[in-house]
Nanobody, 116 residues
Framework: EVQLVESGGGVVQPGGSLRLSCAAS????????MSWVRQTPGKGLEWVAH????????AYPDSVKGRFTISRDNAKNTVYLTMNTLTTEDTAAYYC?????????WGQGTQVTVSS
């Protein structure tokens, strides 16, 4: 059974940082590209980061480029999203997902709230 379990969300002040983790199991993690996608009630789903299976190729939309960094540890079957200089616009539920640009399996999500 494929499982993706996110953690690391919480409440942070504007300008702060968080690191999200996504622990994967039930599939050959090191063979899959991985992505992070966020969802807000107003904006819907937004892809925010992608890395290839080896972690050497990454991509971001302009909205987070330079502030967010995706990384992975294939030995630990874990993908990370480091988020810096957070703004209220980053408030969302964050999901890790397999694949890019089509997302096949999703985790349950972790909430990030940026508020003073």
């Amino acid at each position: 059974e494929v499982q993706l379990v996110e953690s690391g969300g919480g409440v942070v002040q504007p300008g702060g940082s968080l690191r999200l983790s996504c622990a994967a199991s039930g599939f050959a993690f090191s063979a899959f590209a991985m992505s992070w996608v966020r969802q807000t009630p107003g904006k819907g789903l937004e892809w925010v980061a992608h890395t290839d299976s080896g972690g050497t190729v990454t991509a971001y939309p302009d909205s987070v480029k330079g502030r967010f960094t995706i990384s992975r540890d294939n030995a630990k079957n874990t993908v990370y999203l480091t988020m810096n200089t957070l703004t209220t616009e980053d408030t969302a539920a964050y999901y890790c997902a397999t694949g890019y640009p089509f997302f096949h399996y999703w985790g349950q999500g972790t909430q990030v709230t940026v508020s003073s």
